[in-house]
């Protein structure tokens, strides 16, 4: 992880498992706002907020489930 991104962290955070889990919701909540920003602007569909964060349960829920490893 780039020294830049695990500055916004510090140690106090936790494990290496749960830094993983909060970029993975980083990542994807910044994807899906801007998937929804381009479909009002580009498509001129509403912004629904609730369907934004759906959209990032079940894809966070979905990579996390995909990239874990078995105990």
Do not use: Q
């Amino acid at each position: 992880m780039p020294a830049w991104v695990s500055s916004f962290f510090g140690s106090n955070l936790g494990s290496k498992e749960e830094i993983a889990r909060i970029l993975s919701y980083v990542a994807f909540t910044c994807w899906h706002i801007w998937k929804a920003r381009c479909n009002f602007v580009f498509d001129n569909k509403s912004i629904s907020p609730y369907r934004v964060i759906m959209s990032i349960l079940t894809f966070v829920n979905g990579f996390l489930a995909a990239t874990c490893t078995p105990e």
